[in-house]
């Protein structure tokens, strides 16, 4: 599963909009305020994305987002104890994964940044890495947000991917299903979006980063796009809780 794209529904949604002007928050601005949120907040954000997300109260996505985000950090430890030192890139060589770079998508009408492809290809691409490194220099982000490799971060999370699938028949994200109805038969269906929390609290564990990779959604499309981020940015403070608006005054009364 792809990690970050710009998805169909928010491009859908920029382009019925077009009228209304998408506020536009500085990058800084958006590092910012993000780097300040916890495991809760990211994943109301992830659940936003999920097909089911109706099916559940606040309060059973809270559980289930804790359950994920130590289900993640619970395999980075693990592998920790194996490779102490080495990066996610070796790591996943050494696990047998065929990693590979390349530029751009072929093909697609959105942006992918990289992929895991069941069993075992993961493909960063290069200029959507470049770009985000780019971004983190801007302003100063990196020292806002601590160093994040972006090259790393993305590896570390098609990883947990391919180990998620190793073990498919025993991780959390995998074997945790709910009950869509039972007669005559039972369908009983996964969460998608355990497995996307799961793969960013496993970056997190395996490479110490300060803030959640979860970040990267809205840097790296900010490298694309501009009025996408600032919308993915309130879609994600919105799911968050978080109010904006203070950066948000008329400037020219400034
Ligand atoms: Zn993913």
């Avoid at 194996?82 to 060589?93: G, N, S």
């Avoid at 691409?125 to 990196?142: C, N, Q, S």
């Avoid at 991780?171 to 709910?178: D, H, K």
């Avoid at 269906?189 to 300060?210: G, K, N, P, V």
Wanted: overall charge negative; glycine content about 6%.
């Amino acid at each position: 599963m792809p990690l970050l794209k710009l998805n169909e529904k928010l491009a859908g949604d920029l382009g019925k909009k077009q009228e209304v002007k998408v506020p536009e928050h500085s990058i800084k601005e958006m590092a910012e305020v993000l780097a300040g949120l916890d495991d809760t907040g990211w994943g109301m954000y992830a659940f936003r994305h999920e097909i089911l997300e109706r099916k559940f109260t606040d309060e059973q996505k809270k559980a289930y987002i804790a359950a994920a985000n130590s289900c993640g950090r619970e395999e980075a430890r693990k592998l920790r104890l194996r490779y102490p030192f080495e990066t996610a890139e070796t790591i996943a060589r050494e696990l047998g994964f065929l990693l590979r770079m390349k530029s751009v998508p072929t093909g697609g009408g959105h942006v992918i940044f990289a992929e895991y492809e069941e069993p075992d290809k993961i493909t960063v691409y290069t200029d959507a890495a470049d770009r985000g490194k780019e971004v983190l220099k801007i302003d100063r982000i990196a020292e806002a947000i601590g160093n994040l490799s972006v090259m790393e971060t993305l590896i570390a999370h098609e990883l947990f991917h391919g180990i998620e699938y190793r073990n498919r028949d025993e991780i959390y994200t995998q074997t945790e299903r709910i009950e869509l109805w039972k007669k005559p038969f039972s369908n009983r269906s996964r969460i998608r979006c355990l497995s996307e929390i799961a793969a960013m609290a496993f970056a997190r564990e395996l490479l110490q980063t300060q803030v959640s990779p979860f970040i990267l959604d809205v840097l790296l499309v900010s490298s694309y796009n501009s009025e996408a981020a600032s919308a993915l940015y309130e879609e994600i403070c919105d799911a968050a809780g978080i109010p904006i608006g203070q950066n948000n005054m008329d400037k020219e009364d400034i």
